[in-house]
């Protein structure tokens, strides 16, 4: 076992001695960048001993400089290393390497460097950074060892000969260097750009095998202040260096610098495609089925830590369908681990719901309802093209993969088809929904700094801005606060974006001076203000997707509801379709708001306006569906009783009915403050 | 009559090089300076704004290419050098546009092919260039890198990137210092979330031309009308991710029903006409190039963009 840190330092004295001995001057043909990792640190072309001393001192006498420079005296006095190593690799070929790096034809950039113990693990290490999509740089011993085990080199395999000694990996960073002053916008001399392009743009990784010298050793370690990891199978301890298997080190570097291989075929007997989705399965067509009542079944989505699962595990506890009687009802948990950098727990549900599209995907598998009301197909005709439930499990992972590649590096999942564990498993996840609807039940607007805005409509209505708080979802009703978040995350420049909500201007209304300023600049300066919590002054604007809208009525002093199911007149005189499109394209009109069902639900529902006993009518359906939560809202604030009292298109057809009604059943708007 | 617009607007659209010449490194005879605008089109007080420029359409394979432009040009759609010679010669355009058609038949693979068919036009005219390239994901790659080293030097524009196709442009772009066409379908949020994207994957501002996408008149132009409106506005009150020169390419209006069925004397009048009219359109929202596939079309257009420019000027 090699020491790095007592290594490194011996090295670094090393590397110190040989560069005042530089005496001949020297230079790379067919670049446009000296020495380019001197250059790109300090804007300084070295060509002899004098700027290599200048430079080695300007970097803090750094061991990646002097080893360029003395590797540069050492090839101008003995010349280059005969074929296959390449050395120094020119401007052209840099472009072409940086062309597939930004195309994305190649993920990252690996060096491997040493003396192997047994070419085996070398070769199996390399071809696992070819499968993966990196272009892998070789020095030293490892060479000769890959050739032995049979692995062919060259640019065409993604594998580089650099040269016969670990010491050649130098030019590894000045191609790092040079693509980050050609893709990069760097600068030569603004090392603080490199150092972040490097660390944040550069994806590249260092595996270093036993038999490095100390000087070599301190060059590989000072590639760290690069933000490159340095991975080690065997050999050597201490440092700040990464320990891993053979087997699983190439995991661990793709991880440590965040480079994900996509995935793009599904390895399943059966179709996978967003066409498939609307297809059901009838009874007759059917070969099993799980859960809709008529056998337990729960599906639950949990966050991991990266490392305590493996991707595109998938596990089946229980019998598998060629023992399942068909046309019957099993018992089904599915149960999917997820693990990534950026993943948070709160996620979860929102990842969970994705289950329903992925299985319904699949050309013979369908799937409806969350949590532990699931209910789940496979067809007769999958079944007899070899589908099974593993096959699920394989859809799951791979489609959690493939559509959120940002979020997730890791997804395993776990079909449970023995009843016992299934209702073992249930048990746990109902205490996690639990949890879960908690957590979100008990958030308030007031909890948060951030709200997100939602402008996916802009493409017909070009100046609609939603703004989206825990307590009040989109007003198309897809879209709650926690999406919009998740949504920012996974495509920051996307539709979704944060709005720091900033000092409030009017708490009642709630309007918000960060949420102004966001408006005005995506309604492209037409909307100055906006109030989340107002129908009549500055209420946000409407895209055209309003689940339903919230709209004054003078005359009762009072607030109605329409939904878009509902097709009959309103006591305003219009129909749902004559105020959508009075009031959507994405204008501001006071005394209209465009809103989701479930607002009316929210605390945070007509505040401005004085609260919900405001609101005098809605139509009977709308009424119907949101019954028991209203009464339990109502109750919840003291209003027991004025359930009732809200009219609906039987009682109050007109405006005279419903003034009528109003009075009849003693409706508290009617002795509130004057609504305009 | 006195009219002096003041929107009170501060932004300026950034200036997106065309060509190089000999002086910078390339064999153009012109370099195009695009954008630089700080209010409406053929509103500028300043002189040097140009007028828009003209692209004349080429490709390399006229399979699909219009017959009204296959007549009209004769032998030499078989030929794009001779037929890039022309444009510049005898047709008048400002800068050539290459489509390398070839690369979009099924199965395409003779990417050692690309390299001649681009030299070819670059040693036939001096006029700056812009290339399109295939539209496979599964050969874009090599695609573009082969356009992209071929005019290395040349500062040419290559298109066209999309949201969900736009890595290899992006990369040919940087890695042989040429600009990019970003289009987007008629939406200005689109637009700006990908020029966003291209500058997360380093494209500079100054290297990108702005696509809003080209309705013909009468079938839709009025969305591209809108989106160039809104995009402009943007950009001169600010907003740098939407503050580019504008292309416009009214490919369709040749294939429209009133040119389509128009009767053999007519014909080539009426696809001149539509072109004409759409091209016109396109000026006065905003671009900054217009593309044209009938010879025909551009002296129609110089004398517009002309007689425009001086009223405008005149109206001061």
């Keep these: ?676 | 009559m006195t009219c002096e617009p003041d929107f009170g607007w501060t932004g300026t659209i950034g200036e997106v090089v065309l060509g190089a010449t000999k002086a910078d490194g390339g064999t153009r005879r012109v370099s195009y300076r695009l954008g630089g605008g700080t209010t409406l089109p053929f509103l500028e007080k300043r002189a040097d704004i140009p007028t828009p420029l003209i692209a004349f359409e080429i490709c390399d394979l006229p399979v699909f290419w219009s017959p009204i432009v296959k007549k009209a040009c004769g032998d030499l759609v078989n030929n794009p050098a001779e037929w890039a010679k022309a444009a510049e010669t005898a047709y008048g355009a400002d800068i050539v546009r290459l489509y390398l058609t070839s690369t979009r038949q099924r199965d395409f693979s003779d990417i050692a092919s690309i390299r001649p068919a681009v030299e070819g036009v670059l040693s036939a005219t001096s006029l700056p260039l812009i290339i399109e390239g295939s539209n496979e994901p599964k050969i874009d790659s090599e695609v573009y890198q082969a356009c992209g080293e071929t005019g290395q030097g040349e500062r040419m524009l290559l298109g066209t990137a999309e949201a969900g196709k736009y890595r290899s442009i992006a990369a040919a772009a940087l890695a042989y210092n040429h600009s990019i066409i970003a289009q987007s379908p008629i939406d200005i949020n689109l637009a700006k979330q990908l020029n966003i994207l291209l500058k997360e994957i380093g494209v500079q501002r100054d290297h990108i031309v702005i696509d809003p996408y080209t309705g013909t008149l009468g079938y839709g132009f009025e969305y591209s009308y809108s989106a160039m409106e809104r995009i402009r506005f943007s950009a001169l009150k600010g907003d740098t991710d939407l503050a580019m020169p504008m292309i416009c390419s009214s490919i369709d209006s040749l294939t429209i029903k009133e040119v389509r069925e128009a009767g053999p004397a007519d014909q080539d009048d009426m696809a001149i006409r539509w072109e004409f009219y759409t091209n016109l359109a396109a000026a006065a929202a905003g671009a900054e190039i217009v593309c044209v596939r009938h010879p025909g079309t551009i002296p129609l257009l110089r004398r517009a963009f002309a007689d425009m420019k001086r009223q405008a000027g005149e109206v001061q």
């Design chain 1, 1 to 676: 076992m090699t020491d790095v840190e007592s290594a490194k330092k011996h090295g670094e004295e090393l590397l110190r001695t040989k560069i005042p001995q530089i005496r001949q001057s020297f230079s790379y043909e067919d670049t446009a960048y000296h020495l380019p990792i001197s250059y790109a640190l300090t804007g300084v072309a070295v060509h002899d001993g004098k700027t290599a001393m200048e430079v080695f001192g300007k970097t803090g006498n750094n061991p990646i400089v002097a080893s360029e420079c003395i590797l540069a005296e050492q090839t101008a006095i003995s010349g280059r290393e005969p074929a296959p190593y390449t050395g120094f690799i020119d401007d052209t070929v840099i472009r072409k390497l940086g062309y597939s790096l930004v195309d994305g034809s190649i993920l990252g950039l690996a060096l491997v460097v040493g003396t192997p113990r047994s070419e085996g693990s070398a070769a199996a290490i390399c071809r696992e950074l070819q499968e993966k999509y990196m272009l892998t740089f070789l020095a030293g011993p490892v060479i000769p060892a890959l050739s032995g085990a049979g692995v062919k080199l060259g640019l065409e395999y993604r594998l580089i000969p650099l040269g016969s000694t670990p010491f050649y990996g130098i030019h590894f960073v000045d191609i790092v260097a040079r693509v980050a002053m050609t893709f990069g916008g760097v600068t030569p001399g603004d090392t603080h750009r490199l150092l972040a392009y490097a660390a944040e743009r550069a994806k590249a990784i260092v595996i270093v095998f036993p038999g490095l010298s100390d000087e070599e050793i301190a060059l590989v370690d000072g590639m760290r202040v690069l933000g490159i990891p340095i991975l080690s199978p065997e050999g050597y301890e201490g440092g700040t260096w990464i320990y891993a298997a053979p087997d699983d080190i190439v995991r661990r570097g793709l991880e440590e610098k965040g480079i994900r291989v996509n995935v793009t075929a599904i390895p399943i007997p059966m179709g996978c495609s967003p066409a498939f989705e609307g297809k059901s399965i009838r009874k007759e067509e059917m070969y099993v089925e799980f859960g809709g009542g008529r056998s337990p079944a729960f599906e639950l989505l949990k966050m991991r830590q990266p490392g305590e699962i493996e991707d595109g595990k998938v596990t089946v506890i229980g019998p598998e369908i060629d023992s399942l009687k068909e046309g019957s009802a099993n018992p089904l948990g599915i149960v999917i681990e997820v693990a990534g950098r950026t993943m948070k727990k709160d996620y979860e549900p929102v990842l969970e719901r994705r289950i329903h599209n992925f299985v319904n995907y699949g050309e013979g598998s369908w799937h409806v309802a969350q949590r532990d009301l699931i209910w789940v197909r496979l067809s007769k005709e999958a079944v007899a093209k070899g589908v099974k439930i593993e096959h699920i499990g394989k859809l799951l992972a791979s489609k959690f993969r493939m559509d959120f590649p940002q979020l997730l590096d890791a997804v395993a999942v776990t079909l449970i088809t023995d009843e016992a564990k299934v209702l073992a498993a249930k048990k746990e996840a109902e205490r996690i929904y639990d949890e879960r609807d908690a957590r979100i039940r008990g958030m308030k607007d007031a909890d948060v700094e951030t709200y997100y805005s939602c402008t996916l409509c802009q493409t017909f209505a070009p100046n609609h801005v939603c703004v989206i708080t825990p307590e009040r979802l989109a007003l198309c009703g897809a879209i709650s606060w926690l999406d919009g978040k998740i949504a920012y995350e996974m495509s920051p420049s996307g539709a979704n974006q944060p709005i720091e909500k900033g000092t409030c201007i009017n708490a009642l209304t709630g309007e918000f001076e960060g949420v102004n300023k966001f408006v005005k600049k995506a309604s492209h300066g037409e909307i100055e203000r906006c109030s989340l919590y107002s129908v009549m002054e500055y209420p946000m604007t409407c895209c055209g997707c309003f689940e339903a809208i919230a709209l004054m009525l003078p005359e009762v002093n009072g607030i109605m509801v329409v939904n878009r199911e509902y097709k009959g007149m309103t006591p305003s005189g219009m129909t749902f379709s004559t105020l959508a499109g009075t009031i959507g394209g994405g204008a501001q009109t006071p005394g209209f708001a465009g809103i989701s069902k479930n607002f009316v639900l929210s605390d945070r529902f007509l505040q401005g306006e004085g609260g919900i006993e405001r609101l005098v009518w809605m139509p009977a359906v709308l009424k119907e569906e949101l019954k028991v939560r209203l009464e339990a809202k109502l109750k919840e604030q003291g209003l027991e009783g004025l359930f009732p009292k809200i009219a609906d298109e039987t009682t109050a057809a007109t405006i005279e009915d419903l003034m009528a009604f109003l009075e009849r059943v003693g409706h508290p708007a009617l002795g509130m403050k004057p609504l305009v």
